[in-house]
């Protein structure tokens, strides 16, 4: 099993509606779990850090994490075409690496 | 702040020469990484370092070599490139919180072709 695994997409949503983002981690004494977004020829940006079960909402974004199943997704609610980019979930083991997923590329329909 | 400065931005290299990517942050961060992503690809850690003088290997460290000196300063180093090191190269920093947040700022990426 890889250490981080996303769904590399593409996932096309139309404009308006909710993008679910999915990841799922192998190391269980992971703490800390981050979502970043690179757009086409860029660096990657963070937008959404959580470290507790549960749901942690920025304006539009909301995080999601049950340490239980190993899993964390990304919500982006009332999609934008400026969301269009991949989300790199990123999650430090406890040697402090920091190891990405593949990525998932989402595209905003007009 | 200039934040991550990496160099060069781009480079074209003959199979088996040798380079040296530069890395160097302005933030006093004490976590420095180097990645490699592919076309369509996810980041792949290469090597890492948690403070000067201490430097570990990633994913993919076949290859490569780094060392870190100075707190400021992260290179790596490509010995007898081969064209599966055609890549865009990032380096990253953090300063990691009590918390544990170890949140990465990266540098603007290095393209490197190798030919």
């Known amino acids: 099993q890889k250490e981080v695994e996303q769904n590399s997409g593409p996932l096309s949503v139309p404009e308006g509606a909710i993008a679910s983002l999915n990841c799922t981690y192998s190391?269980?004494?992971?703490?800390?779990f981050f979502w970043y977004r690179q757009y086409s020829g860029k660096s990657p940006e963070l937008i959404m850090s959580?470290?507790?079960?549960g749901d942690k909402e920025d304006g539009r974004f909301t995080a999601q994490l049950n340490k239980a199943s190993q899993y964390v997704s990304l919500l982006i609610r009332d999609s934008q075409p400026s969301d269009s980019a991949t989300y790199l979930c990123a999650v430090p083991n406890r040697d402090d690496k920091i190891i990405f997923g593949k990525g998932t590329r989402l595209h905003i329909l007009p | 702040n200039a934040g991550v400065t990496q160099t060069p931005k781009f480079r074209i290299l003959k199979i088996g020469q040798s380079m040296t990517l530069q890395c160097a942050q302005d933030m006093n961060h004490n976590y420095m990484y180097w990645y490699r992503q592919d076309p369509g690809m996810g980041l792949k850690l290469i090597y890492y370092s948690v403070g000067a003088g201490i430097t570990d290997k990633g994913e993919v460290p076949n290859g490569y070599n780094v060392s870190r000196s100075t707190t400021e300063d992260f290179p790596l180093r490509l010995e007898l490139a081969a064209p599966s090191q055609t890549s865009v190269y990032f380096c990253?920093?953090?300063?990691?919180?009590?918390?544990?947040?170890?949140?990465?700022?990266f540098g603007a990426g290095s393209r490197l072709t190798v030919l």
């Open positions: 990253a920093s953090s300063f990691k919180q009590f918390s544990g947040a170890n949140v990465l700022t």
């Open positions: 190391d269980r004494g992971s703490q800390s």
């Open positions: 959580i470290y507790s079960n």
